[in-house]
């Protein structure tokens, strides 16, 4: 009687194991086919992406560049003289109309009226990188309330280690003949550009006057509506015509001629529809004949050659 008991028990453990393991191996054959239909799902769609990406190199060529306006970074230090009005930030628009306004004051003995003021910019050398640069040009948009005086545009020569303009296209300054005219004054630092910027692309610009009147001279004030910097060289740029419908990441570039092959990360998107043009200072295209390969991140590639 007993032992038909545990047999019966026994029989019906059997039982719901079995169930078990039945509804265990249906959920793993359920899960795995899941995986196996997603992972299709997403092979076809990288695929398909694939096959819509259409991206051509249609020129690249070397040229010459002229960077935006460099604008000073922090409020100008005035070694001699005063600040009126205004801040570093109105001298940061040629066409804002605002300016900042500084003033002479008497130097240390002997007593004269002068106005030195210094200003830092900073060259990004992560777009410019300095063996790609010509020559650096300076611009100051001015007014003044006497015409006594002749102005000058400086910069701290690293080497000298003093303020200089030695080398410069101009360094007899510039001297308005109305007073309150606006007036542009640019200098070009020529070759001699890389003494003025130091190895992290720091260039100290100076504006100074230059007469020396006594205590019982004009004192001028000077109306500074833009000063800036701008950076000359020759690039490489490279035209891409994306004719493909989804958005194309350009990730590496090559440049390929008879005896080198060299390769330039690239992290460049040229939007669907759209030609742009890519600029690169540090690549220098071969004189003979080249190819250009450029590979986007979904693996597709396209070629240019010159001849
Ligand atoms: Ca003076
Ligand atoms: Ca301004």
């Not at 720091?202 to 509506?225: K, M, N, Y």
């Not at 020759?234 to 008879?258: C, K, P, Q, R």
Request: charged share 20%.
């Amino acid at each position: 009687m007993l032992e038909g008991i545990i047999k019966r028990f026994r029989q019906g453990n059997h039982g719901i194991s079995s169930i078990i393991v039945i509804m265990l191996s249906l959920i793993l054959i359920v899960v795995v086919v899941a995986n196996v239909v997603l992972w299709g799902y997403e092979m076809n769609q990288l695929d398909w992406e694939r096959m819509q990406e259409k991206i051509e190199v249609t020129d690249a060529k070397c040229e010459r560049f002229v960077s935006a306006w460099l604008v000073v970074d922090t409020e100008y230090a005035i070694y001699v003289g005063s600040r009126v009005s205004g801040s570093y930030l109105n001298t940061h628009s040629i066409e804002d109309g605002i300016w900042e306004t500084f003033q002479e004051e008497l130097s240390p003995a002997p007593e004269r009226y002068r106005l030195f003021i210094n200003g830092n910019f900073s060259i990004d050398i992560s777009s410019y990188p300095l063996n790609t640069i010509e020559t650096v040009e300076i611009l100051l948009k001015y007014n003044v309330s006497d015409t006594e005086e002749k102005w000058y545009l400086k910069a701290y020569n690293w080497t000298a280690q003093e303020y200089s303009h030695n080398g410069f296209n101009n360094t007899s300054g510039n001297q308005p003949s109305i007073s309150g005219a606006w007036i542009h004054y640019t200098v070009n630092l020529t070759d001699t550009w890389r003494s003025y910027v130091n190895d992290n692309g720091v260039i100290l610009v100076q504006l100074h006057e230059g007469t020396l009147e006594l205590p019982s001279g004009t004192q001028t004030r000077i109306g500074v509506d833009f000063l800036g910097i701008r950076i000359k060289g020759d690039w490489t740029s490279f035209t891409f015509s994306n004719e493909g419908s989804l958005t194309a990441h350009i990730v590496s570039l090559w440049i390929i001629n008879s005896s080198h092959h060299t390769r330039y990360n690239i992290d460049f998107f040229v939007n669907s529809g759209e030609s742009t043009t890519y600029a690169r200072p540090d690549v220098c295209l071969p004189p003979e004949d080249f190819l250009v390969k450029i590979v986007t991140e979904r693996g597709n590639t396209a070629v240019f050659a010159s001849h």
